[in-house]
């Protein structure tokens, strides 16, 4: 536990560590999207849908997001903040943007290209992660799911987001979205590299240097 009174800077700190950390994650997304190696499960699931749809990602992203809130609220409104409406109205079009910016500057990767920027891109996003999830301002929607069912006791969390990943894996796969390597190596090293900048970045912008960590 962090022992620290939340003062008006430190709330500041928590808005910025939270749109900064929302809007990294998006942009590292479509780093991920570039390579072809494979995305994380809610965008593999998000991916696969849109694909069948006349509409721009960033759009459908949306939309999924307030159908999913809208569902969230009438459960645990608790789970709902600052975080929950960045990443429902600005992540999906940073997607988008960081997927077209990739494709407009390299528009014949070689593997190297692609294999940098999957690594580069997971580092992005453990690193906005740790922002973002230090910050505790609202949790995402798909993040509010496997927290909501756990509450319920329908299962441990890791059992519950497990279930949650493969649904959306499977139905994405299904329906044409790209899942490899990249999807396998978000699911087992993105814990470790949160936890490492949370220790060495996240914590102490949030706190200051020397907070007390029990």
């Excluded at 910050?135 to 006791?153: F, R």
């Excluded at 390597?181 to 220790?199: D, Q, V």
Aim: net charge positive; glycine share 10%.
């Amino acid at each position: 536990m962090i022992k620290k009174i939340n003062t008006t800077p430190e709330f500041k700190r928590r808005i910025w560590m939270t749109i900064i950390g929302v809007l990294t994650t998006g942009f590292s997304v479509g780093m991920f999207n570039f390579s072809t190696f494979g995305m994380d499960p809610f965008q593999v699931f998000a991916h696969g849908i849109s694909y069948h749809l006349p509409l721009g990602f960033g759009t459908f992203y949306t939309l999924l997001n307030l159908l999913m809130l809208i569902f969230i609220f009438a459960i645990d409104r608790s789970k709902i903040g600052l975080g929950t409406l960045i990443n429902i109205f600005l992540l999906g079009y940073m997607v988008q943007f960081s997927s077209w910016l990739f494709t407009t500057l390299i528009p014949s990767p070689t593997l190297f290209n692609r294999s940098l920027l999957l690594l580069i891109g997971l580092t992005l996003l453990c690193f906005g992660s740790a922002l973002y999830f230090t910050a505790e301002m609202g949790v995402s929607t798909y993040d509010a799911v496997a927290l909501i069912m756990t509450e319920k006791k329908v299962a441990k969390f890791q059992y519950c987001r497990i279930g949650t990943d493969l649904f959306c894996t499977v139905t994405g796969f299904v329906l044409g979205a790209t899942v490899g390597i990249g999807t396998l190596i978000t699911a087992f090293f993105m814990g470790p590299i949160i936890a490492f900048f949370n220790i060495k970045i996240a914590i102490p912008l949030r706190y200051g240097k020397h907070a007390h960590i029990e």
